[in-house]
């Protein structure tokens, strides 16, 4: 049986690829509207807060992020295993006071280092096909964004930090970074992590469309994720043709399983007494203190 704290709009697709890979589930939110729905869609309980009849496993925790400390604190008792949705937390203090007195295993769920196409850059990177590795390019942006207790910073950042360790295999500082305020809130962020290989992050929630980018810059070519094309990256080389356009083109197939079904599979193994999964406390409390750092570069209040 699994604990899941909140099941709103991210916590219900938990809910659901939880459901489909044969877990019982125990639903715990503040909202009778949300229990509701939990029960509707599957969940074996719904409650109002853990309590001893609330008897399970493991808890994951996707309620909004101001509130996961707390969720965190009112079961770390039980000495279960801990999945908490990003950030951590919002503040590098919060942060590294929460993982001092921490008694429970906790990972935190990053997807995207789950993701195939972050993987098949991983392994362009170890492998080298495409020669010595410059950079990676990101945009992640869409028109505002459902999280209301936190700006577009600490919704989108977070990711950036845990792609640039799955693909190169450390974790990045920001270099520089600027910020577009909107009454007063982050809505727009262009950031440079470093130091080598480099990644430049467009963070956005003014643009029109959604969009999911990811291009991983080498010697001898670019692979490219386009989020509109999920199935596939494109590895692109070669000199250009007449529309300035690479001659030298190959799709390569990714898995077409969800990074969140891969990374709720990985959890649940491990609460089963298997391997532990990426994105462990310490690696947590990094990209919270990378995330800060970065706010500070855009002259910007966390």
């Known amino acids: 049986m699994i604990g899941l704290f909140g099941c709103g709009l991210w916590g219900s697709n938990i809910l659901r690829d939880l459901l489909s890979l044969g877990a019982r589930v125990t639903v715990v939110d503040v909202d009778p509207a949300a229990r509701e729905r939990a029960l509707e869609c599957g969940a074996t309980a719904a409650f109002h807060e853990p309590g001893e009849r609330v008897a399970v496993d493991g808890w994951i925790v996707a309620t909004p992020a101001r509130t996961h400390a707390a969720c965190i604190a009112a079961v770390d008792g039980q000495r279960l295993p801990i999945l908490c949705e990003k950030p951590l937390t919002i503040s590098a203090a919060s942060a590294t006071e929460l993982a001092t007195g921490l008694r429970s295993p906790?990972?935190?769920m990053d997807v995207w280092r789950y993701h195939p196409a972050v993987e098949a850059m991983q392994r362009i990177v170890d492998d080298g096909p495409l020669g010595a590795v410059h950079g990676l390019a990101s945009t992640r942006a869409n028109w505002t964004s459902p999280r209301v207790d936190v700006d577009t910073a600490w919704n989108l950042a977070p990711h950036?930090?845990?792609?640039?360790?799955q693909v190169f295999g450390t974790l990045p500082e920001p270099i520089s970074a600027f910020a577009e305020r909107i009454d007063g809130q982050v809505r727009s962020l262009w950031i440079r992590w470093g130091p080598?290989?480099?990644?430049?992050?467009e963070l956005s929630n003014r643009h029109a469309n959604r969009r999911r980018e990811l291009r991983l810059h080498c010697e001898r070519g670019v692979a490219s994720f386009d989020g509109a094309k999920p199935q596939v990256i494109e590895i692109a080389g070669g000199c250009s043709d007449n529309k300035l356009e690479a001659t030298e083109r190959r799709e390569q197939i990714l898995d077409p399983e969800t990074a969140l079904m891969r990374q709720l599979r990985d959890w649940l193994g491990f609460v089963?007494?298997?391997?532990?999964?990426?994105?462990d406390l310490a690696h947590a409390v990094e990209v919270v203190?990378?995330?800060?750092?970065?706010?500070?570069m855009a002259s910007t209040p966390p």
Do not use: D, F
């Open 106 to 108: 906790l990972h935190v």
């Open 160 to 165: 950036e930090v845990s792609i640039y360790r």
């Open 196 to 201: 080598q290989p480099w990644m430049a992050s």
């Open 272 to 279: 089963s007494g298997g391997a532990e999964p990426r994105s």
């Open 289 to 296: 203190t990378r995330v800060e750092r970065m706010y500070a």
